[in-house]
């Protein structure tokens, strides 16, 4: 079960995410210009979540666990 942060979290990244995808299906612009600011968007979000990857702040992964290994010594 899900803490209660986490569970506030995840509430409002899905009505966020509705609210996303609501925007952007009602808009009546070329189809490229849309697909380019996506693509923007998802492009932006894949690069912050490998930056978080990589820089050990992702819980749950080896990276995460090695940093906090290391932080204790």
């Known amino acids: ?9 995840a509430t409002l990244l899905a009505i966020a995410g ?6 952007y299906s009602s808009l009546e612009t ?3 210009l849309s ?10 979000a ?3 979540l490998i930056y978080l ?5 992702f819980k749950g992964t080896s990276r ?3 940093q ?3 932080d204790e010594f």
């Open 53 to 57: 990857y990589w820089s050990g702040r």
């Open 46 to 48: 894949c690069l912050y």
């Open 1 to 9: 079960m899900l803490k209660h942060k986490k569970l506030v979290l």
């Open 30 to 32: 070329h189809f490229f």
């Open 64 to 66: 995460y666990q090695k």
């Open 68 to 70: 906090r290994q290391e």
């Open 18 to 23: 509705g609210a996303y995808f609501s925007a």
């Open 35 to 44: 697909a380019w600011v996506i693509l923007a968007f998802q492009t932006v």
